[in-house]
């Protein structure tokens, strides 16, 4: 039986497991949904087809994918996922060094990318009509990606962006850049049976972001960082999390910092049980743990992510170590992956005991394979006529 929008609400959005990643609203072909308040809301009747449902993230368990993105599972041991090589990056343009985060890895690919005609948009994460508001952009020319450069460290609408590029700028080519929820969706787009094909066909690169933990917009930034830290947040040039501390860089002002275990009811509530860290499901993942302050690390996991990051060598844009040779390394990744999934699997576990809704994806059956649900189907409808 096909699941709906209304299966979305009541599994996703109604138990607080909504990302507000936008890709449902996106994704729908005849317009019905809208977002309204950082979830999506029904506009106008439904046809039920389903675009919805098979396109959400938090409705399976993302490893269901390795198999089809990778060929093979990864092992127990490989606690961030798949990959071929691990770098430590820094972009050697100075407009790139001067705006982005950390060695500004992604905005130097990108900028490659656009110029070499790999792709011909990106979908990254501007600021919205409020400082530092999380915004989908579109940016096909390299000062639109500067000008987007820096983590949010809220969530916002990714896939609006998407369709925006598709239906606005006609892009055919894209890069999506986002969190690790973000790129299980980009993802599903792609490889979910009931999907927009039209907008998924157009992701040929996955760029994922290493997050531990993004903080809800109004009560956090506005609430703490600018009522009650007095820190208007159009004085903030930048925002980072290094070494369990919160970072807030002022322009022309001491940097102001958070302990994390004091901010972290402003978690957003998915981000709680979220074991990915590292963006394990995207052809080329990009952070700073591994790396030394002011370089970007790059996990590079397919064979795509490795054709991009050929063409950012040949254009010169990066400079570029392998991790092994230098500090603090692969095992810093591997240390946050481990701490996030174990965060999260406490956080399952408690919500458990309080009998608070858990996510589909821990409460359905595994699925039936095609030839044993045939099977089935045939011995029920024996036994109808046997009656």
Known sequence: ????????????????????????????????????????????????????????????????????????????????????????????????????????????????????????????MGVGNLPWQPAPRVATIRKE?????????????????????????????????GTPCQITASRRMQ???????????????????????????????RGVIQKQLRTPLSEVVKFDIKRGRFITYRRHKPRRELALEAIERYVCSPCKVCMDFAAELADISVGSDGSPLGRSTMLIRTRTGSEAFDIARRFRELEVLGLEGVKPGIEAIRKTSKEKKLRAARELQRRKLQKRPLPIWMQEKPPVPKEEETLQRMARARKTLAK
């Open 191 to 221: 490889l979910s049976e009931l999907t927009n094909r039209r907008l998924g066909g157009t992701i040929v690169l996955h760029l994922g972001l290493f997050c531990e933990r993004a903080f809800d917009y109004e009560k956090f930034f």
């Open 1 to 124: 039986m096909v699941k709906i929008f209304n299966d979305l609400v009541k599994e996703v959005a109604t138990p607080g497991y909504c990302l507000t990643c936008g890709e449902c609203v996106a994704s729908c072909p005849f317009g019905c949904l809208a977002m309204e308040g950082g979830i999506p809301v029904l506009k106008k009747a439904c046809v039920n087809c389903g675009i919805c449902y098979g396109g959400c993230p938090q409705v399976i368990d993302s490893r269901q994918l390795e198999q089809k993105i990778f060929g093979r599972r990864a092992s127990d041991a490989e606690v961030f996922g798949v990959y071929q090589q691990a770098l430590s990056i820094e972009a050697k343009s100075p407009d790139i060094k001067a705006r982005a985060q950390d060695g500004g890895a992604v905005t130097a690919l990108l900028a490659s990318l656009l110029e070499d005609g790999f792709i011909d948009g990106a979908i990254v």
């Open 145 to 177: 990606l500067i000008e987007c450069a820096g983590t949010k460290y809220a969530m916002g609408p990714l896939f609006l962006g998407l369709r925006d590029a598709v239906d606005l700028h006609y892009c055919s080519r894209v890069a999506i850049v």
